[in-house]
C-alpha cells in the first residue's frame, strides 16, 4: 500500500517555464489537495478536488492550475514558473471532508 | 478568519522527559483536531484525531487533549525518546457550506530530543 506518491521529488526551473506534478493515492479516496509549506508561513492550500473531475480554488491559487481526471491522481500545473513558487509542494488526500489527511512526501522546487 | 497558534516554535528536551506541546485556535466552531509529525525532507503523518464532542484521544505514548470552549488543544507525550524529534503541528478542521471544510493549520513546534 503506497499511500500518497508524488513525483518529482526535486526540479529546479528556470522563470518563465512550465512543469506537471503528478500526485497519485491508492486508498481510493475521494478529496484531495495541493498544499505549498514555506518558512515562517506554514501549509497554504493551493487547490483541492472533493472527487473525480472536480477541482476549486484555495488560498493560494495564482498561478497554479489542476486537474482531477481521474479519482487517484490529481495534477498540478505551473503554466509559467515564477520565483515566489520557489517552494516545498505537499499533495494530500482524505476519504471523507475533515477526516484524516494522508501526505506525500513532498516536491521540492527551486525557479530561478 | 480562524488562526492556529503553536507555542514554543521550538523546544529541547533530555531524552526520558514527559513533554506538552501546546496548540490554540481562535475559533471554537470546529469539528475535529488533528496531531500531526513532520521528519526532515518528508510529509506529515497523522498521529491522532481528535473530534470536537471528544476531551482526548490516546496513541502509545502520545496523548492529546481538546478543551473547544477555550480554544485549546494539547499533545503530551510519554517518556520522550531521540526518535520523536520532529516537527508537530496541529490542524483544526470545520465545516463549510461553500467549500465543504476547511483546515487550518498551526506553524508547528520543533522538537529535539536529545539522547
Known amino acids: 500500500n503506497a499511500g500518497v506518491t508524488q513525483t518529482p521529488k526535486f526540479r529546479v526551473l528556470k522563470t518563465g517555464q512550465s512543469m506537471t506534478l503528478l500526485c497519485a493515492q491508492d486508498?481510493?479516496?475521494?478529496?484531495m489537495y495541493w498544499y505549498r509549506q514555506d518558512p515562517g508561513m506554514g501549509l497554504r492550500l493551493i487547490h483541492y478536488?472533493?472527487?473525480?473531475?472536480?477541482?476549486a480554488k484555495g488560498e493560494v491559487p495564482d498561478g497554479y492550475n489542476v486537474s482531477r481526471l481521474k479519482k487517484q491522481n490529481f495534477l498540478l500545473g505551473l503554466e509559467s514558473a515564477a520565483p515566489s513558487q520557489t517552494s516545498v509542494y505537499f499533495c494530500?488526500?482524505?476519504?471523507?471532508?475533515?477526516?484524516?489527511?494522508?501526505f506525500g512526501n513532498g516536491t521540492r522546487l527551486t525557479v530561478t | 478568519k480562524q488562526e492556529v497558534t503553536q507555542i514554543p516554535a521550538a523546544l529541547s528536551v533530555p531524552e526520558g522527559e514527559n513533554l506538552v506541546l501546546n496548540c490554540s485556535f481562535t475559533?471554537?466552531?470546529?469539528?475535529?483536531l488533528q496531531w500531526f509529525r513532520q521528519d526532515p525532507g518528508k510529509g506529515l503523518t497523522s498521529l491522532l484525531l481528535?473530534?470536537?464532542?471528544?476531551r482526548e484521544q490516546t496513541s502509545g505514548r502520545l496523548n492529546a487533549s481538546l478543551d473547544k470552549s477555550s480554544g485549546r488543544s494539547t499533545l503530551y507525550i510519554a517518556a520522550s525518546q531521540p526518535g520523536d524529534s520532529a516537527t508537530y503541528l496541529c490542524?483544526?478542521?470545520?465545516?463549510?457550506?461553500?467549500?465543504?471544510?476547511?483546515?487550518?493549520f498551526g506553524e508547528g513546534t520543533q522538537l529535539t530530543v536529545n539522547p
Open positions: 481528535i473530534q470536537s464532542s471528544q
Open positions: 490542524a483544526v478542521c470545520a465545516l463549510e457550506e461553500t467549500s465543504g471544510s476547511r483546515l487550518t
Open positions: 475559533d471554537s466552531a470546529i469539528y475535529n
Open positions: 494530500a488526500s482524505s476519504y471523507r471532508r475533515c477526516s484524516p489527511l494522508h
Open positions: 478536488s472533493v472527487g473525480e473531475g472536480t477541482t
Open positions: 486508498m481510493n479516496h475521494e478529496y
